[in-house]
């Protein structure tokens, strides 16, 4: 079993930025996030790897970094140049070849 533990959300203005932290209580391999918008499904924003290999969704390729430190096994996401459409619950993901797990959700709102 792998804890996750997130931090990092907010509120925001439009054009501003956050960034999201999530622990995990052992290492594994493969690290992300994922968010939800109300009435929305849940959707890939950006994973990486233990060896640093990332991969983004189209929306937020260009604006959002993810990042790792193996070290704490910690997962970043740099999130800059916000927009509205951004606002959604943020969870952060970990998988192995076993299972997958998930985090309690970060709430990010970008508003004027």
């Known amino acids: 079993q792998v804890q996750l533990v997130e931090s990092g959300g907010g509120l925001v203005q439009p054009g501003g930025s956050l960034r999201l932290s999530c622990t995990a209580s052992?290492?594994?391999?493969?690290m992300g996030w994922s968010r939800q918008a109300p009435g929305k499904q849940r959707e890939l924003v950006a994973t990486?790897?233990?060896?640093?290999?990332?991969n983004y969704a189209g929306s937020v390729r260009g604006r959002f970094t993810i990042s790792r430190d193996n070290a704490k096994n910690t997962v970043y996401l740099q999130m800059n140049s916000l927009k509205a459409e951004d606002t959604a619950v943020y969870y952060c993901?970990?998988?192995?070849?076993?299972?997958?797990?998930w985090g309690q959700g970060t709430q990010v709102t970008v508003s004027s």
């Open positions: 993901n970990a998988r192995s070849l076993a299972a997958n797990y």
């Open positions: 052992r290492s594994i391999n493969i």
């Open positions: 990486i790897n233990s060896g640093g290999n990332t």
